[in-house]
């Protein structure tokens, strides 16, 4: 890859390409055949969105921003092969595509890493764009990502999305605190039912934040629990 050929990539580029969103949508066809939440376009949007928001703000480049909304798009085009080691072998989709659309190789290793290192069973944060991705992704629970029809089948990810009236992200600057707001209704999910499936997930959005110099807390149904 030349240098000569090497283009600064934009998100909007990314989020219309074909072939992006064509594995991102396979890959929620996959997991609605599993049983899992809903892992679309919609999903992708709402983390690239995030993700660009928490770089700004916590005083990083436009750069890194854009990379950051760059790589939460494409967090999730690993499942199109497989739920097992998505985040690898999203990385490695990634890593062919950015090169074929000609990004400068050192963006192409940061959105690499970002994507393969989003997933709590495997991955942590190393740089601000992979602790942006994490925090993005993580923290989006709502009720309309569970694509389990039948209520009386729902798995416990189901049952905490579904439980989930609210749920918001804030960065307070001036405090170096990123907060995680979320209400429960406590009559489908209670919050020991919220911390057996995320609690591996909030330890990741911890290290996060310290990789960002924040703190990460959580406040459910109005009670600070970290």
Not at 16 to 34: S, T, Y
Not at 75 to 101: K, P
Not at 194 to 212: D, G, K, S, T
Request: aromatic content about 6%; glycine content about 6%; hydrophobic content about 40%.
């Amino acid at each position: 890859m030349g240098k000569e050929k090497c283009r600064e990539i934009s998100f909007e580029e990314i989020r219309k390409n074909e072939e992006i969103n064509a594995l991102i949508e396979k890959g929620n066809e996959v997991l609605f055949a599993l049983g899992y939440t809903e892992h679309s376009k919609k999903h992708a949007a709402k983390v690239a969105e995030r993700a660009g928001e928490i770089v700004k703000k916590t005083g990083h480049s436009a750069r890194e921003a854009e990379l950051a909304r760059i790589a939460g798009y494409m967090h999730d085009i690993g499942n199109s092969v497989n739920r097992h080691d998505h985040a690898q072998s999203g990385a490695l989709l990634a890593w062919q595509i950015l090169r074929e659309l000609n990004m400068p190789l050192p963006e192409i290793l940061t959105v690499m890493t970002a994507i393969g290192n989003h997933d709590e069973e495997t991955g942590t944060a190393v740089d601000v764009v992979s602790a942006a991705l994490i925090l993005a992704d993580k923290t989006d629970v709502r009720r309309n990502r569970v694509q389990n029809p039948v209520p009386a089948n729902f798995d416990i990810h189901d049952r905490v999305n579904y439980a989930a009236l609210s749920s918001s992200l804030e960065i307070k600057e001036e405090k170096k605190v990123i907060q995680m707001k979320l209400e429960l209704d406590d009559s489908i999910c209670t919050l020991m039912d919220y911390f057996e499936i995320f609690l591996e997930r909030m330890l990741l959005c911890r290290r996060a934040c310290e990789v960002l110099g924040y703190q990460f807390k959580l406040v459910a149904n109005g009670s600070k629990l970290c």
